[in-house]
């Protein structure tokens, strides 16, 4: 039987099967994934070119318009580039959140709007840290800091963001600079909010 006629939970079987675990933590993430990704693509989680063949289908499941209309269609794209970041393939979960990170700029033009983009940065940011690559891995938080900073006017919450405690446990950033980043940051973004769409225009203001 191919795997494409298999339900979701064969899938799932096959794959923990392969990988000797499951790779999610959460099992509603299979549940999400199910929901809004077509029957017809979910054989690609037992593909070997499963990162490039999904760089090519996710723009098409979830066109710009869809990250306004429906809040699930990040957090799925999100879960594709996890379940290949949980399965050691790094470098293939890069470019799928950088493959998210360009959709979401896409859709902010195409709405006029800014998107949210610190959730895939954190993710990049982790696949760095497991890559042994701090520098990039922490300008992937700084960056994410920046989209927390907008989104929470000015404050970075240790508690509901993932930006906070990477960058205090993993790069020892004080919690005075993360405070001083963040006003600095969400006070660039009032004074042009056109440039502030884009979180390393906020980075390069900061340096300064």
Not at 10 to 26: A, L, R, S, T
Not at 184 to 201: I, K, S
Request: charged share 25%; with cysteine.
């Amino acid at each position: 039987m191919k795997a494409v006629e298999m339900g979701i939970q064969e899938v799932k079987d096959q794959v923990i099967k392969e990988i000797e675990g499951d790779p999610f933590d959460d099992p509603s993430s299979w549940d999400l994934i199910e929901k809004n990704i077509p029957k017809e693509h979910w054989d690609l989680f037992l593909d070997r070119s499963s990162a490039a063949k999904f760089l090519r289908v996710l723009p098409q499941i979830f066109p710009c318009e869809s990250f306004s209309a429906d809040p699930e269609a990040q957090s799925c794209w999100e879960m594709v580039g996890n379940f290949h970041k949980n399965v050691w393939r790094l470098h293939e979960a890069l470019s799928i959140y950088f493959g998210l990170y360009d959709h979401l700029i896409a859709a902010q033009a195409a709405c006029g709007k800014r998107r949210r983009k610190g959730t895939p940065l954190v993710w990049m940011s982790d696949c760095y840290s497991q890559m042994s690559f701090p520098v990039h891995a922490k300008r992937c938080l700084m960056l994410a800091l920046i989209e927390n900073a907008i989104h929470e006017e000015g404050n970075v919450p240790p508690d509901t963001t993932g930006t906070y405690w990477r960058l205090v446990f993993r790069h020892g950033l004080p919690d005075s600079e993360i405070k001083r980043y963040g006003k600095m940051a969400y006070e660039l973004w009032r004074q042009n909010q056109d440039e502030a769409m884009f979180p390393q225009m906020g980075f390069a203001g900061t340096r300064q």
